[in-house]
């Protein structure tokens, strides 16, 4: 138990009392997490394949990564880039190394949607251009500029004066990126590659591959969101490799630090050139902690073939689930999963956690759980977490 916490109030009734009610929380209090395994202040055990948020890829607390910020935390806890530091270029050769050949310089941030923002900004400067192309049910983040490519008047309504111009378009449909490129005033295309929060949506690979020929004609440079997808999650390490396309830009976050927060976007010759000092900047990316962190955490990733682990898993879970009776398809890819019932999802969340104490995520499809289990989860998991959906279904 940390010292410094008081052990007289109710933590859920404090918390609710202290800070502002932006988020909707189950009434459980987690203390300890090992693996796949999440602990409550009152000592029941769950299950976590919603990953903390996508965001345990390798389970919580994997000793490696908590060895190594220990460590880092008694020789420099932090400094910031006004100067060089070895972890931090250790951290980047490593992660530069793991991601595809032609994207070869990061800008670490501190969260996807600092990623996304620093992403918009350099497009708009190496092109000159300021109108950026999104996605229909997309989500990128919450600050500004991320906000105004994320789909959905009830995100935008009280910001919309002062948002960047967004132009929208079907997810899925590449002529209708052609047509809203075709005015030459596009600075860059996102789109996650599987969209999550929508409720785990996939197009196919000619869909990407059209964007990539769509945005090189026009010289629009297309940015992946990989702030779930990446760091290994779907069986690759970024999403564009499963299809032979790689973006000008991949963002990360989440699980990049396995816990600690981290965000990066990785950049190809054509950004990397024409971005000069003061063109972006942030006190805390690149600090020792998240540095530490990230580079233990690719470290372990690459020597374990966590990537192939990711395809293991995806295929126990497919092999139980698929064809079950309640459950009308299971999509996406790794450790990435949505799976659609029959029914809504939201109450088959709340009894998994409840009565089977597994912790699954819903999304903006009424009936899509979505599964972000750590890449060590193990393989047991796909039969309790399919007879204890089973055992909901049958009782609703
Ligand atoms: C695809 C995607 N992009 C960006 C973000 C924003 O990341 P953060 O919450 O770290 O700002 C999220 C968060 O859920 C996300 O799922």
Request: glycine share 10%; proline share 6%.
């Amino acid at each position: 138990m940390n010292s410094e916490l008081g052990t007289a109030l109710d933590p859920l009734a404090l918390e609710d009392a202290t800070t502002l009610p932006t988020y909707a929380k189950p009434p459980l209090a987690l203390v300890r997490g090992e693996n796949a395994t999440v602990w409550t202040h009152d000592g029941r055990e769950l299950l976590d394949l919603y990953g903390g948020h996508c965001v345990a890829l390798l389970g919580h607390c994997p000793p490696r990564v908590v060895e190594a910020i220990r460590h880092q935390a008694g020789e420099l806890l932090f400094y910031s880039n006004a100067v060089y530091s070895p972890i931090r270029a250790e951290a980047s050769k490593r992660l530069v190394d793991m991601a595809p050949p032609a994207l070869t310089h990061v800008f670490w941030c501190n969260s996807g949607t600092e990623a996304n923002e620093a992403a918009l900004k350099l497009a708009r400067t190496v092109t000159g251009r300021s109108r950026i192309v999104a996605m229909t049910e997309a989500f990128h983040g919450r600050t500004l500029g991320a906000l105004a490519t994320t789909w959905g008047d009830a995100y935008h309504e009280p910001y919309r004066a002062i948002l960047p111009e967004t132009t929208f378009v079907p997810f899925g449909w590449e002529g209708a990126v052609d047509e809203a490129l075709a005015s030459g005033d596009v600075a860059a295309v996102i789109l996650e590659p599987i969209q999550s929060m929508a409720g785990i949506t996939e197009a196919p690979p000619a869909y990407y591959r059209a964007l990539r020929e769509i945005c090189d004609r026009h010289g629009t440079l297309l940015v992946f969101d990989e702030v779930q997808t990446g760091v290994g999650r779907t069986g690759t390490f970024t999403y564009g490799e499963h299809i032979d396309v790689t973006p000008d830009i991949v963002t990360l976050a989440k699980s990049l630090g396995a816990g600690v927060p981290v965000g990066a976007a990785l950049v190809n010759s054509r950004v990397a050139d024409t971005v000069k000092s003061g063109d972006q900047g942030t006190t805390f990316g690149g600090g020792m902690l998240a540095m530490a962190a990230v580079h233990a955490a690719l470290g372990q990733i690459a020597d374990e073939n966590l990537m192939d682990r990711a395809l293991e898993l995806e295929a126990a879970f497919r092999k139980r689930l698929e064809g079950a009776s309640g459950v009308v398809e299971v999509r996406g890819r790794g450790c990435l999963l949505g799976v659609e019932l029959d029914r809504a999802a939201k109450p088959v969340a709340a009894a998994l956690r409840d009565e089977h104490s597994i912790m699954v995520g819903t999304s903006k499809h009424p009936h899509t759980l979505r599964l972000m289990p750590p890449l060590t989860t193990p393989l047991a998991a796909a039969a309790a977490f399919a007879d204890a959906l089973d055992a909901v279904l049958n009782e609703s």
